[in-house]
């Protein structure tokens, strides 16, 4: 991608950042993934595809990835960069259709959710209604892993969750932290 940091300026309030995330946040974000397992996986924000690759080189082929994208220049970007990828379901639109793909594709359930949506920038409202959908779509030993830059939202992640794990990882700009959310 030409500027990952010009478009991420330009959409801040959809990209919450500055820079792509670090080979560490990655690692932090995924590793608690049983990647032998998923069958369905959704991704909130594929950015520049960072996530989404490591995403792509771990699960089977068999395992269905849906990845969304709001900004139109991150998803050209990554349909170009992904076009032939088995099981990658790259959807250009609002996360909070996801619900509706997924019934489109008669899925009852997600194994895990990766969200790198900004929620320190939502309102409560947003996120009520994009994690009211989520926990019914999310199997019963499934997990939502959101990584933020601040705590603002963990009393929020609180009230749906009964399980938030956090983990944090200073080796990005900027330092994140990384929530394990289990029903």
């Given at each position: 991608?030409?500027?990952?940091?010009?478009?991420?300026?330009?959409?801040?309030?959809?990209?919450?950042?500055?820079?792509?995330?670090?080979k560490y946040l990655i690692h932090a974000c995924l590793k608690d993934i049983d990647f032998e397992r998923a069958e369905n996986i959704i991704e909130f924000g594929a950015g520049n595809g960072c996530i989404t690759s490591?995403?792509?080189?771990?699960?089977?082929?068999?395992?269905?990835?849906?990845?969304f994208e709001l900004n139109e220049k991150f998803y050209n970007h990554c349909k170009k960069r992904f076009h032939n990828e088995d099981g990658l379901h790259l959807i250009h639109g609002s996360v909070l259709e996801f619900d509706k793909i997924l019934e489109s594709?008669?899925?009852n359930s997600v194994d895990y959710f990766i969200s790198s949506l900004p929620l320190?920038?939502?309102?409560?409202s947003t996120i009520n209604s994009i994690i009211g959908k989520v926990i019914p779509h999310m199997n019963n030993d499934g997990m939502f892993i959101q990584y933020l830059y601040s705590f603002n939202r963990y009393k929020l992640l609180r009230k749906h969750f009964n399980q938030v794990a956090m983990d944090m990882t200073l080796l990005n700009l900027p330092p994140a932290i990384i929530f394990k959310c289990k029903k």
């Open positions: 991608m030409e500027s990952f940091f010009k478009e991420a300026i330009l959409s801040f309030k959809t990209s919450g950042t500055i820079r792509p995330s670090s490591e995403i792509i080189s771990r699960k089977r082929k068999s395992t269905n990835l849906y990845s594709q008669k899925i320190s920038l939502f309102e409560k």
